[in-house]
């Protein structure tokens, strides 16, 4: 079983929800990950956090307008890219309006979220 950890922008629950249940209806070989903020997060959050993230063979990070104000997505994505944790970043939306990757990240390719390219990723790892 791989194990997905999932980054979002808080307001993008949605788009983590409906990842989350695509992998459902196709019985994946994968479990997806969240450590979602409820409440402000403090280094304790981070910790656990990175220890989640070094548990799992990947990372999933989903691209809206909101990513680049989404202090803990951006954190997620560093912690993964420091502790070499392959990341794939997809699209939340098709028009791709506003969507694009922090500076604080480094450039890393964004793909449209596409089900057979996210499965096939996956199944790379």
Request: hydrophobic fraction near 35%; charge should be neutral; proline fraction near 4%.
């Amino acid at each position: 079983m791989k194990r997905i950890f999932i980054s979002f922008a808080i307001e993008d629950e949605n788009l983590r929800d409906f990842l989350r249940g695509q992998s459902r209806n196709t019985n994946s070989p994968f479990e997806f990950v969240d450590m979602s903020v409820k409440q402000p997060w403090d280094s304790q959050w981070k910790t656990k956090c990175r220890t989640r993230i070094r548990g799992c063979d990947g990372m999933i990070s989903i691209i809206t307008r909101n990513t680049k104000k989404a202090d803990g997505q951006i954190w997620e994505m560093n912690c993964a890219i420091d502790e070499g944790i392959p990341l794939l970043a997809i699209y939340g939306n098709k028009d791709h309006i506003g969507a694009t990757i922090p500076n604080e990240c480094g450039y890393l390719p964004v793909v449209d979220w596409n089900w057979e390219k996210i499965s096939a990723w996956i199944k790379q790892l």
